[in-house]
């Protein structure tokens, strides 16, 4: 079955970087659409970013310009570098297909505090 196993977040300093990991078995990153969301606690889950089969990215206005979605076809995992981060990027990244299917993992914890 699908598993996809989100890594990499930490506490960071305003204005630092942090690349989050989502590795997946089950299913080919290649061969289908990819994005992130978060949650922070008590809001709505939140699309971050996806990247399409063909390799096209989009992302949301909060994150464009400091974020970018990406993929290792080799090692069947998508990445999320994240610059610049802010304090309201605070949340739990989950990686999914596009469009999500229902199904959450973990996810990552990432937290953004002087």
């Known amino acids: 079955q699908v598993r996809l196993v989100e890594s990499g977040g930490g506490l960071v300093q305003p204005g630092g970087s942090l690349r989050l990991s989502c590795g997946a078995s089950?299913?080919?990153?290649?061969?289908?659409?990819m994005a992130w969301y978060r949650q922070a606690p008590g809001n709505l889950r939140e699309w971050v970013a996806r990247?399409?089969?063909?390799?096209?990215?989009n992302y949301a206005d909060s994150v464009k310009g400091r974020f970018t979605i990406s993929r290792d076809n080799a090692k069947n995992t998508v990445y999320l570098q994240m610059n610049n981060l802010k304090a309201e990027d605070t949340a739990v990244y989950y990686c999914t297909r596009f469009p999500p299917t229902g199904f959450w993992g973990q996810g990552t914890q990432v937290t953004v505090s002087s």
């Open positions: 990247i399409t089969s063909g390799g096209v990215t």
């Open positions: 089950g299913i080919s990153v290649s061969m289908n659409a």
